[in-house]
């Protein structure tokens, strides 16, 4: 049996074949920060004869959604010498850790695609948007100071706990649920990366942002609001950058930017791109915990398509008094067939069932539809990590 999960000592043969198929420059911070990532992962690879063939990652984390914690494996690195390109080694590790994820009992798995095509194949569907918000210095909103609050500057290096607790607070769109491991990788990783926080009058965190700097531009990484005052507070911090750089772009998670509430809604040029897919790799679990809307759903049956074997079933779904009844009832006839994409749009907000249904990605009983529609979120998603 070909053996995929590697040991820990082939961390030197993973991290040349990343340099080599990314094209990266070696450096000790880069290796030190990969490394890192190496530790933390389960990390799969084929051998073509004594060199690695094709490699990747399978990182373990959690999310919130909407109040409910799931185990998530983020996917990332995958790759492939060129020697040994187009023999299908990326997509049996995919799949290899996609069964270990399973039996892990691990519900739902992220990653960033370098093609959509090709991990659709593998059952993962585009949910996460962002937003790329880009400003000239002359276009930058007038902001009032305020008599109330303060801001400090920090370098990243000394972002405290507080910080990681107001993400903690606002993070729970499916975003990831930050180990410590994971937050000292991210700060280790952008060690040039500044952080600014907002204090009310009674010293009280109620905002943060996290930028840098690359020639001309400011980079807006990360911004969190918990009052009015902290959003004008950060907003003025920002905009008393405008001496300094020509050009300010924030890639926000919320892919709905309220262009509204400037003076000048053309002042702002914005971008909303794909950002990463999901697949949900045990529907049994990602089901009977879901953070249902309504109270009360009579037996609806749905057919699910999908190569995972465990998924792709007829389901039996009902909802009393807010608990939810989900098993497998292959004898039964569906009131619905749909592909696990289509219902991971659906679970996880980014599109509704009754737009899935005018987009003929459902067919089936349009009023059974319409009921299980209101059964799931209807907020998008948003992550802002990345691996």
Avoid at 167 to 189: E, P, Q
Avoid at 206 to 234: A, C
Wanted: aromatic share 14%; no cysteine; charged share 25%.
């Amino acid at each position: 049996m070909t053996k995929y999960l590697l040991d820990k000592d082939k961390f030197n043969e993973f991290y040349q074949l990343y340099l080599y198929s990314f094209n990266r420059e070696d450096s000790q911070h880069r290796k030190d920060v990969f490394k890192e990532r190496f530790d933390h992962s389960l990390v799969y690879g084929i051998m073509n004869g004594q060199k690695l063939g094709s490699g990747l990652f399978s990182i373990p984390f959690d999310v919130n959604f909407h109040g409910v914690d799931y185990k998530m494996n983020g996917i990332g690195d995958v790759m492939s010498a060129p020697e040994f390109g187009g023999r299908g080694g990326a997509g049996s590790l995919l799949n290899e850790a996609l069964s270990d994820m399973y039996h892990n009992h691990v519900t739902l798995s992220y990653l960033a695609p370098f093609s959509y095509g090709y991990y659709r194949q593998f059952g993962f569907e585009q949910v996460f948007d962002h937003a790329v918000i880009l400003m000239e210095n002359t276009n930058l909103p007038r902001i009032k100071n305020s008599e109330h609050g303060r801001v400090e500057r920090n370098a990243i290096k000394d972002l405290h706990d507080d910080i990681k607790l107001m993400y903690l607070s606002h993070n729970h769109r499916g975003g990831v649920v930050r180990a410590k491991w994971w937050w000292d990788h991210m700060i280790d990783k952008h060690a040039n990366y500044q952080v600014a926080t907002a204090y009310d009058d009674t010293d009280n965190l109620i905002g943060y942002l996290i930028y840098y700097n690359d020639g001309e531009t400011f980079y807006i990484h990360e911004w969190f609001n918990q009052t009015p005052l902290s959003r004008q507070l950060l907003g003025k911090f920002v905009t008393k950058h405008q001496s300094i750089f020509r050009k300010f772009v924030y890639e926000a998670p919320d892919p709905d930017f309220k262009a509204d509430i400037l003076e000048d809604p053309n002042s702002a040029e914005i971008v909303v791109k794909p950002y990463m897919m999901a697949r949900i790799v045990d529907l049994n679990d990602f089901m009977k915990r879901y953070p249902v809307q309504i109270s009360v759903l009579p037996k609806t049956y749905l057919k699910i398509t999908d190569d995972l074997d465990w998924n792709n079933h007829v389901w039996q779904l009902s909802i009393e008094n807010g608990i939810v009844n989900f098993e497998i009832a292959d004898e039964a006839t569906p009131d619905m067939e749909m592909t696990i994409q289509t219902l991971t749009k659906a679970m996880f907000g980014y599109r509704s069932l009754k737009s899935l249904w005018k987009y003929n990605r459902i067919t089936g009983n349009s009023e059974k539809v319409n009921l299980l529609n209101d059964v799931f979120v209807q907020e998008k998603p948003q992550l802002i990590d990345y691996f």
